[in-house]
């Protein structure tokens, strides 16, 4: 890994060089631990449901306690992150993590009851959610110290692209686990990946926290709340295509639905790839505005797709939308910080994620059951228009 010759100062006044690029080892261990997340996703509904026989109100209420865990904790993750370093968050959220698989692993057994299973369940989620709410702040803060905040938008490019191809990977993984090997084979899966990931972080060199006064987290949320509300509104058109597109395009008699989220993959891995390190150069509000005038224009081709090609085109122009919003925005909100509370504020920032798809998921169903599944979006690309317009009025306002 090649680096280039800029010191800071870290806690105790220790200077460190940064990277030209992220730490491999530290998106490497990201990749592996966010497995965690994807390879259950499939996996927990079926067996919520058909395996120890509960609603759908029921496994609807086991996913979503995991983002509410994820949520309420973000500020916990963010303090230890600025306090002890990125390593020591992440090698403790990943703890968890597998904490979490041990759990669903215990909930598998035949000799327990059904109430019991689900009760196992619940509690692992909620540990899953504390461990990736601890992974992903320690992750992404790690990273962005190896390389530099003045690199901090290539480095979230590269920490979005693990966390995408790890829900990418890990959830095809987990089905197929699941069918041709039973729950036990799968939920190994969601041991072994954190596991693996603190092995790999344990050996990985841990960049030094900047040392400076600590805000509480309400404060930092005050500072960086407009960034958070943008990456929020983003968030309702990727809500809406991993949760409605396989029923519109059925309803629709469209027949490649699973190459839905592969189009938006490959837009989205694309622009990171290729033009990750825009927010550094040209500015996070900028490339954020495009960002949403784009991710608008793929919505709306999804929500006025006549033909099966075009709703693809739709999902892969929605994809090179999202992409760079992330990292712009979040450019812009550790500006918006002193550099000793930046894990804070990307606990708080990736927080407004969460949200929204806690939120966009039922906004996208009242949609779809009222006005049809090509509303849902419509309601993205409103949102979309939406996040552009707050992003005029920031800009205008730091100018």
């Known amino acids: 890994m090649s680096t280039i010759s800029i010191k800071t100062a ?30 259950p996703l499939p996996v927990i509904p079926l067996f919520v449901h058909d395996k120890l026989g509960f609603s759908n109100v029921i496994v609807g209420f086991v996913i979503g306690i995991q983002f509410l865990a994820t ?20 090698l403790q959220g990943a703890a968890f993590s597998a904490l979490g698989g041990l759990l669903y692993w215990a909930a598998a057994s035949p000799s327990l009851s059904p109430a019991f299973g689900l009760a196992l369940i619940v509690v692992g989620r909620l540990a899953t959610g504390l461990g990736e709410s601890q992974f992903v ?36 993984v987990g089905m197929s686990l699941y069918q041709n090997f039973g729950i036990t084979f799968a939920i190994s899966a969601c041991i072994a990946a954190p596991l693996l990931a603190m092995l790999i972080a344990s050996g990985a060199t841990s ?7 600590r805000l509480p987290f309400y404060r930092v ?16 058109g990727l809500s809406g295509l991993t949760a409605f597109a396989t029923l519109y395009f059925s309803a629709r008699g469209w027949g490649h639905a699973g190459l839905v989220m592969t189009a938006f993959g490959i837009g989205y891995i694309f622009v990171r790839v290729t033009l990750g390190s825009l927010p ?18 793929g919505q709306a081709m999804l929500w006025g797709a006549q033909h099966e090609v075009m709703a693809l085109s739709g ?25 000793a509370n930046r894990g804070s504020a990307m606990g708080a920032f990736v927080a407004f994620l969460d949200i929204a798809y806690g939120i966009a998921g039922p906004a996208a169903g009242f949609a779809a059951g009222h006005f049809g599944y090509a509303s849902v979006y419509l309601l993205g690309a409103t949102a979309a228009v939406l996040g552009a317009l707050l992003i005029l009025l920031r800009h205008s306002a730091s100018n």
């Open 10 to 39: 870290g806690l105790g006044g220790a200077p460190s060089t940064h990277l030209a690029r992220p730490a491999l080892a530290v998106i490497a261990a990201l990749f592996c631990g966010y497995l965690a997340v994807g390879v």
């Open 71 to 90: 949520v309420a904790t973000r500020g916990y993750a963010g303090r230890v992150t600025d306090q002890q370093g990125g390593k020591k968050a992440a």
């Open 137 to 172: 702040t320690g992750c992404v803060s790690w990273s962005i110290a190896s390389v530099g905040s003045q690199r901090a938008g290539m480095s979230m490019s590269w920490t979005g692209i693990a966390m995408f191809a790890a829900l990418a990977i890990g959830a095809p």
């Open 207 to 213: 960049y030094a926290s900047p040392a400076g006064a």
């Open 221 to 236: 949320i005050g500072q960086i709340w407009r960034e958070g509300m943008g990456l929020m509104l983003q968030g309702v």
């Open 280 to 297: 550094d150069r040209i500015g996070g509000y900028r490339v954020a505005l495009w960002s949403f005038a784009v991710e608008a224009i």
């Open 315 to 339: 999902a892969l122009v929605s994809g090179l939308g999202c992409a760079l919003i992330f990292p712009a925005l979040g450019v812009e909100a550790l500006k918006r910080v002193l550099p």
